[in-house]
């Protein structure tokens, strides 16, 4: 193994001989896009603004993606290129878990495959190759990743997706055709077995999410009856402000909720765990719930006619 990572770090050293600032700045935004901050952004956007069962089996992929990676990375405790006892004059930012295997080369190929596979056109898919290479070689440029741990991020995602396209279309059955009580048991469950292992606080950021999520999911079907596509008869410029209304008060609503339950929970405690399982399940229940019944009353949507 060490003999393979003695050449990834040669394979990184060979990339960044083309570095230069201007570069590096691309490199750095292009790595942002794999990043937490734009699935706070682009899952909401599907959620709210085009299809809210389209936005549930993105958000539950990419959430699941998400824990397991995250689970392999504390159970292989991988160094990354810039650990001490490598070459810390490699990293040109800064990550604190271990690199094997590479979240955004795993998360990346799962969503962009799933939103191409949803288009069905071929420059949507190349797009989405596109999307994951570049990814993927801004985490080597930068000095983040080993070669392998790119690699062994695209296996994980492609079973992830093949995962994805057998099994997508039972999450509507489970948690909407399956009756009120089957949904939100079968969210309970799939949750807290995301949680069992808990080394970490990060590990409960996807169960958190996907509880509060699903449960959600379950009580909009319910009782709000949201849907994405109900823009009260607007069309042109009226409806577009219609959606950019959305993400405001959307976005807005998740980071106030996110950062109000973060300050006002107490974190410091015997139950601290428990106390940011709330705090990401809250900011779940808004995305899928709260948010939804919020554009309602503010005649930002209108309600499923399955519902009226």
């Not at 190929?109 to 190759?129: E, H, P």
């Not at 062994?152 to 009120?180: C, P, Q, R």
């Not at 410029?237 to 008060?249: E, I, Q, S």
């Not at 015997?270 to 990401?280: P, V």
């Amino acid at each position: 193994m060490e003999s393979i990572l003695q050449w990834g770090l040669e394979f990184i050293r060979a990339v960044q001989t083309i570095e230069n600032p201007a570069l590096t700045g691309i490199m750095k935004a292009i790595t942002s896009i794999g990043g937490e901050p734009a699935y706070i952004i682009l899952l909401p956007v599907f959620f709210w603004c085009i299809d809210e069962k389209k936005g549930l089996h993105l958000g539950f992929a990419v959430l699941i993606s998400a824990w397991i990676n995250m689970s392999l990375k504390y159970l292989l405790d991988q160094p990354r290129p810039f650990f001490e006892g490598y070459d810390p004059s490699l990293g040109m930012i800064s990550e604190r878990m271990g690199g094997l295997p590479s979240g955004h080369a795993q998360n990346t190929l799962v969503m962009f495959f799933i939103i191409a596979s949803w288009i069905k056109k071929n420059w949507a898919y190349t797009g989405a190759a596109v999307l994951c290479l570049l990814i993927s070689f801004s985490r080597i440029y930068l000095g983040v990743h080993f070669p392998t741990d790119i690699i062994a991020g695209w296996i994980l995602g492609g079973i992830v997706l093949l995962g994805y396209f057998l099994f997508s279309g039972k999450i509507e059955t489970l948690l909407v055709k399956g009756g009120f009580r089957a949904g939100m048991i079968t969210t309970a469950i799939v949750s807290f077995i995301m949680i069992l292992y808990l080394p970490s606080r990060s590990l409960l950021m996807p169960g958190g999410i996907l509880f509060g999520f699903g449960i959600g999911y379950c009580l909009n079907k319910r009782y709000v009856g949201f849907a994405s596509k109900e823009l009260l008869g607007r069309t042109g410029a009226k409806k577009y402000l219609t959606l950019a209304g959305r993400m405001v008060f959307g976005i807005a609503g998740f980071l106030l909720i996110f950062f109000a339950a973060g300050y006002l929970i107490p974190q410091e405690s015997g139950n601290e765990r428990l106390y940011i399982f709330i705090q990401l399940a809250l900011t779940g229940l808004w995305v899928s719930v709260a948010a939804p019944w919020v554009f309602i009353k503010l005649r930002l949507a209108g309600i499923c006619t399955e519902q009226k």
